[in-house]
């Protein structure tokens, strides 16, 4: 059962209650006004009987019966007589002489459909009989039945238009949602531009609309990012894959003296862990933002180790690599490994880059462990702040550099502290390039 059945049946369950409750009500008061009509009427008419009524010594005297009297029924009893008696059935009149000697009451008969009404004959402070008077009750029966008939069939009616009504209104209120649906079936992972485009939200749909809408934004923007993403792991895979698949062709070409094998597998095995590095770097990302990594490590050993395995770059550079120590110890919450790979593509930039120098130093910021590489390079431009972060984009700088790539790159670092809850952001800088990678404290 869909949603739209659920509720359309909500809908006739709650307005059949309340059309229910609503009838039953205006039964119930209906029954109890004819009711108390009729008991209004009857003492009316004792009453106007009762005032003809002519007192003589002991006894009473009948008078002239109201003008009303031909369409009711009276009995007058005194010391024990019945001194007038209309033609009725039976059990009316040993009902109503039942009621004489009695004080003022009513009394109905189920079988003749009829209400009497005693009342006591006081004159002088002596009482000398009773006045009964008699109603038929059948017109107001006959008025609670019609009643009740025509509302049931009113019930029914409102009962029906209700139906119609919600399902109209549901039906309407759904359509924008089969929309979707429809819309939504059509399109494929290849359609990342299609959105539903409900318009400006005013309710809840055109709402939800817009939220999907901007969460299929977000998807196409992370695939886009992914795509380039794959675009530069691509990049940075090939080169030294092709320098790999070049060295050992050039060695097997010929016969070579162990030297010579000797450096050629050393081009291989520094190629080969470049190429390895990048993949566990990558899972490493993945791991991370899927939260199956978690750990603490010390800030300024994973900075010496960044140091350390950029030393040999550095040498084949002539760039000089300090480190500066904290003043106390700090601890960044990741794992040792993922510190690593997020600090040392940033230090590697910093000594492609660089002219004669390279510092790292470690401080504290707030909730964050930071670490700040400055060089004495060209720095970055201001409007390259964030291009230099994008999948196969480089700097202006680049044109000065090895141009052998960055390792894992300064896009994967970027990815890798965000998936800790960190960043990796250009800082302005007159004199060379600051970079400034932030970790989540201990």
Not at 320 to 346: C, H, I, K, N, W
Request: aromatic share 4%; proline share 4%; glycine share 8%.
């Amino acid at each position: 059962m869909n949603i739209r059945t659920r509720l359309l049946l909500a809908a006739f369950g709650a307005s059949a209650l309340a059309i229910a409750a609503m009838t039953i009500g205006f039964n119930v008061l209906l029954a109890r006004s004819l009711s108390h009509n009729a008991s209004d009427l009857a003492r009316t008419r004792a009453n106007a009987e009762l005032a003809a009524l002519q007192p003589k010594e002991n006894t009473l005297e009948p008078g002239d019966l109201p003008d009303h009297a031909g369409e009711s029924q009276f009995w007058v009893f005194s010391r024990g007589k019945m001194l007038q008696a209309p033609r009725s059935p039976k059990a009316v009149g040993l009902a109503a002489r039942s009621l004489a000697g009695g004080g003022n009451r009513f009394l109905d008969v189920d079988s003749a459909d009829v209400r009497l009404y005693a009342t006591p004959a006081i004159y002088e402070g002596r009482r000398l009989g009773t006045v009964v008077a008699g109603v038929s009750l059948a017109p107001y029966e006959q008025t609670r039945r019609t009643a009740l008939i025509g509302s049931l069939a009113l019930s029914l009616l409102l009962l029906l238009v209700v139906a119609l009504a919600a399902r109209w209104v549901l039906a309407a209120a759904f359509r924008p949602v089969e929309r979707m649906t429809r819309e939504a079936a059509e399109w494929s992972e290849r359609r990342l531009e299609r959105r539903f485009e409900l318009g400006e939200p005013h309710d809840e749909l055109t709402r939800l609309a817009g939220t999907l809408d901007g969460l299929l934004d977000r998807i196409a923007a992370s695939l886009r990012r992914e795509q380039r993403f794959s675009a530069e792991l691509s990049h940075e895979l090939r080169t030294p894959v092709s320098r790999i698949v070049a060295e050992a062709d050039l060695a097997l070409r010929r016969e070579r003296s162990g030297s010579e094998y000797r450096a050629a597998l050393e081009v291989v095995l520094r190629n080969a862990k470049d190429v390895a590095s990048t993949i566990e770097a990558l899972v490493a990302a993945s791991q991370q933002e899927a939260g199956l990594i978690s750990g603490t490590a010390d800030a300024y050993e994973a900075a010496s180790k960044a140091i350390g395995g950029c030393e040999h770059r550095a040498s084949e550079h002539g760039i000089s690599l300090e480190l500066e120590r904290p003043a106390a110890p700090l601890r960044v919450g990741v794992d040792p490994e993922l510190a690593l790979r997020t600090l040392q593509p940033v230090v590697e930039n910093a000594v492609r880059y660089g002219r004669g120098h390279v510092r790292l130093s470690v401080a504290r910021n707030g909730t964050r462990i930071v670490f700040l590489v400055v060089d004495d390079g060209p720095g970055v431009r201001e409007d390259e702040r964030e291009r230099i972060f994008e999948a196969g984009q480089r700097g202006t700088a680049g044109q000065n550099g090895d141009g052998n790539g960055a390792g894992l790159g300064l896009a994967l670092a970027r990815r890798l502290a965000r998936a800790a809850s960190g960043d990796v952001e250009v800082l302005p800088s007159d004199h060379g390039g600051r970079f400034a990678v932030s970790l989540p404290r201990v």
